[in-house]
Structure formats: C-alpha cells, structure tokens
C-alpha cells in the first residue's frame, strides 16, 4: 500500500526485508501458542460455510477475503505446513503453505484488516472451532516482526511509555478530575460532593478510558454522580487508572501483561477491596479474563464491571431512578468483549429498564450480536477505515430498525465507531454510555 507520492508503505518495505531468521521467530510462536488441543482444531474446519452469514466483513463485502473459514485457513496453512507430519511430507496434498514475505503481507492485510476479533463466528462454528484465538494467535507472531500496523502499534506504545494509551501527563489528570469534581458539586448542588483521588483504604478502585477525561468527561461526572448518590467508599488512582489493554488487539501479551499489571498494583497501593472496570469492553475482557492468564496469577481481589456495581445498588434501594426522566426511545449495542466473550449481558439491560421510558431492543442482539465494527484495533488502524466503515453497515441497520433516538453502549470504543456510523450512515441518533443515561435518571436524596 504506497501512498499517492508514490512512497512505499514501511509496513511493506519492512515486510520485504524478513530474513529466514525472522520467519523462525515468527513461527516458534505457533509452538509457543498452539497446544494439542488447538492443533486439534486446526484439522476440523468442515468447510460448512456457517460462519459466513456470522461475519458482519462477509455480509457487506461477499469477499471470499472475508469469510471467517478464509481467514482460519490462512493460519492452518502454515501451521500444516510446519508442525503436521502430512503437511511437512506432502504439502500439496494437503493445502500446507510456507509461511513467507507474500503469505506474511496478505496476513497483515486480512487478520489484521478484515477482523475485529468480535467471536461471532466461533459462536456459530458448527465444529466450535475458537477462531478468533488462532487469528490472534497470528497476530502475535506478526507482532514478534514488529509487523503490527501503525496506531495500533503506537497505541500500545503510548501506553506502555506514558502510563495510558493518550499519554495524558499525571499533572493533567489530577487537574482534570479536580475541575470535574466542581462540575459535580454544581449537578448534585452539594459542595462536598467529591470525586477522590488516591483515597486509601476506599473500598472500590474505579478505573476509565483515557479518552473520558481527554474528550468525553461528563461520563466521569456521571459515575461520580452515581458513587455520591449510593453514599460509596471509592477512589480514583493518579496513576494506573487505564482500563484499556489495546495489547488484545495487537497480540503483544508481553506488553499485554505489563498494561494489566498496572492495575493491579494501584490496587495494592491504595489498599481497595474491589477493583471496577469502567465501560470498556475490550478493558473488561482484558482485565477480568486475559489478564491473569497473561500474568500467570490469580488476582488477590474482586474484578468487577460498573455496570454489575450500578445494578446492584439498584436492587439494593441504594440510588433511585425515575425513567420518565429520560423520555426518547432508547436502544442498546452489546460490545463484543463485554458481552459475547465477556458475560455481562443482563446487568445494562436491568439499568437501561429501571432509567428509560422507553427501552427497545435491536436484532439480533446479547450474545448474538453483530459487531460495531470498531473492535480488534480497527479505530486505530487508519489503513483499515473504509473497510471499517463499511463493514458498519449492518450495525447502521439494526439501529435504523429499531426507530430508536439515542443508543446506549457500554464501551467508549464502541461510542467512537458508533458516532463515525451515525454520521455515515445519517442515522441521526445520540450516543451515550449506560452509566450517563442512569445518572441522567437519579433521583437524588438531598438529606443524605
């Protein structure tokens, strides 16, 4: 991909240049990665063709590029190819392919272009083949070459350099939440409404994405609003308080393990008892999930979303919301890594129910959704936007659908893609985070 000067892309020119020695590393991570029971997947792929209609790439495009069983082979091929006795005796035979610069460029452009890693596909594999680890395990051999695609690269970077993926300096935070706590104090009209900082022994560490306090900060005010109506012991950490792990998307797992820890030790600094994901779907599935599995080690603490935090105060009479507060039909976009692979699927639904007049669901939806189009790195690989956009057609649609004027998510990268959509595709819908349409619904106990 050269750019209109006609300069070479250094992505290309860096895949040029791999050495013979180079293809080695990249191919130990198959040994590394793939056990006996995942190479057991690779041989049983039935060719059913199932998980075409799953994939929301091949439902815009009908590119054999973007079939899901497509990309799976891209990976098997290679793996048949080194590490199966056929596959090393008679490649022909069976579909066994070298693992050189042409198959490298074209893994790049696919696994990394044409995935989001969203897992609906391994939902409808008849053979219940975990496609979405084996791509990602490609992923992480193409990230051993240095090969994975600038800003998702740079994004991983920042963040391991700067301590949050938008580099945002200490000094700016601290002020930022100190300016957001006078924004606090003047919508729940008290002046001792706090949003605390580095408070020890607080009983929950909250955690958010970067880009709350650099571009959407009233999702912060919203989530202070909450904590102050639930009376609750919390904190914010100054430093360590990055729920995004975008080392996932990346297939970095060194890097993945030294984002995650950073969590972990705000958690033993401050001295908190539960450790609360803000709504990021991809941090939760990093941070709940993947994390200990990077990290080698169990966590010494409760791992819990926003969401099953704010659901339980509703049950427990903690806060109380008024649904007529928020009049405009409401639907909602279940992020993938929350949901699918995460299993937070009721808890936005039970809060949506208890703050909106007027709750719609879209089609298919839960588990069974359709990917925004945004995940597995796809807002940060500016390469890829076209094909992002586009294969946000069939999320555009279910929104349509539904006749909705405003669409809950819990993920700001999903809000990202999903603001990109609603100007693309004219849907004319808000968008906004589960957590600020509660506490846009609160009724605040003015004698507490």
């Avoid at 590029?65 to 990309?71: E, F, G, T, V």
């Avoid at 189009?373 to 956009?389: D, E, P, V, W």
């Avoid at 669409?407 to 595709?425: R, S």
Wanted: glycine letters at 8%; aromatic letters at 8%; charged letters at 25%.
């Amino acid at each position: 991909m050269d750019d209109a000067r006609g300069k070479k892309d250094p992505l290309e020119e860096r895949i040029e240049a791999l050495s013979s020695d180079d293809l080695r590393r990249a191919l130990s991570v198959f040994e590394e990665k793939i056990h006996s029971a995942y190479a057991a997947y690779l041989n049983s792929c039935v060719h059913c063709g199932l998980c075409a209609d799953s994939c929301h790439y091949y439902l815009v495009d009908k590119d054999v590029h973007s079939l899901p069983a497509y990309k799976l082979n891209l990976v098997v091929s290679v793996f048949k190819r080194y590490f199966d006795f056929a596959g090393k005796k008679f490649p022909g035979w069976v579909g066994a392919e070298e693992l050189d610069q042409a198959m490298v460029k074209e893994w790049v452009d696919t696994l990394f272009g044409r995935c989001s890693l969203c897992g609906r596909c391994f939902l409808n594999c008849s053979m219940g083949l975990n496609i979405p680890y084996l791509i990602r395990t490609a992923r992480s051999a193409l990230a051993v070459l240095d090969l994975v695609p600038p800003g998702l690269d740079s994004t991983v970077a920042t963040a391991i350099e700067k301590g949050n993926n938008m580099g945002i300096a200490e000094k700016d935070w601290i002020e930022t939440v100190q300016w957001l706590e006078e924004e606090l104090q003047k919508e729940v009209n008290d002046k001792d409404a706090k949003l605390p900082m580095d408070k020890k022994g607080a009983k929950l560490l909250y955690t958010v994405n970067p880009r709350e306090p650099m571009f959407f900060p009233l999702s912060i005010v919203a989530v202070g609003k909450i904590f102050c109506a639930a009376s609750e012991s919390w904190t914010l950490p100054s430093e360590g308080y990055d729920v995004t792990n975008y080392a996932l998307y990346s297939g970095d797992d060194e890097s993945a393990g030294i984002i995650s820890e950073r969590l972990i030790q705000s958690m033993e600094k401050l001295g908190c008892q539960t450790l609360v994901l803000g709504e990021c779907g991809h941090g939760f599935n990093s941070n709940r999930w993947e994390g200990p599995e990077w990290l080698s080690k169990k966590y010494p603490f409760e791992v819990k979303s926003i969401l099953e935090v704010v659901a339980d105060y509703i049950r427990q009479g903690r806060i109380k919301l008024d649904s007529s507060l928020n009049q405009e039909p409401i639907t909602l976009h279940d992020p993938c890594n929350l949901v699918r692979l995460g299993g937070i699927v009721e808890e936005q639904r039970y809060i949506l129910k208890h703050s909106a007049a007027q709750f719609v669901e879209m089609y298919p939806n839960r588990e069974k959704n359709f990917c925004c189009g945004g995940g597995g790195g796809q807002l940060a690989m500016t390469r890829f936007s076209q094909r992002r956009l586009d294969a946000g057609k069939t999320k555009a649609e279910q929104i349509r659908k539904t006749g909705a004027k405003m669409v809950a998510t819990p993920c700001h990268n999903c809000i990202d893609q999903l603001m990109e959509l609603n100007k693309h595709y004219k849907l004319g819908v808000e968008i906004k985070t589960v957590c600020e349409i509660a506490a846009n619904a609160l009724v605040l106990d003015r004698g507490k």
